[in-house]
Nanobody, 120 residues
Framework: QVQLVESGGGLVQAGGSLRLSCVAS?????????MGWFRQAPGKEREFVAG????????NYADSVKGRFAISRDSAKNTVYLQMNSLKPEDTAVYYC????????????WGQGTQVTVSS
């Protein structure tokens, strides 16, 4: 089991950048899991944004963020990051960090979310 805490959200103009952080505050470390970032915009379903495998070799991204977002892991800091560049108003959403056991498909552990707002 792990508790996840996100930070780094805020208000930014279109074209700007933000870096989100996700720290495992208790329980097992982020190195034990495959990690992902998801987002949910008002009136929309939650969607996958980016994922990184437990061994940190494999990453994958939603088509809408490829080339602009980057997920990474710092095991020494027990933290997973989402670097977001060239932000667009349509990136506005609550962003969630999540963890899953490497052999599982579904993400089991979720953070409380951090708001990202991109103004035009």
């Amino acid at each position: 089991q792990v508790q996840l805490v996100e930070s780094g959200g805020g208000l930014v103009q279109a074209g700007g950048s933000l870096r989100l952080s996700c720290v495992a505050s208790s329980g097992r470390t982020v190195s034990s899991y495959s990690m992902g970032w998801f987002r949910q915009a008002p009136g929309k379903e939650r969607e996958f944004v980016a994922g990184i495998r437990r061994n940190s070799v494999g990453t994958n991204y939603a088509d809408s963020v490829k080339g602009r977002f980057a997920i990474s892991r710092d095991s020494a800091k027990n933290t997973v990051y989402l670097q977001m560049n060239s932000l667009k108003p349509e990136d506005t959403a609550v962003y969630y960090c999540a963890a899953r056991e490497p052999i599982m498909v579904e993400y089991r552990y979720w953070g409380q979310g951090t708001q990202v707002t991109v103004s035009s």
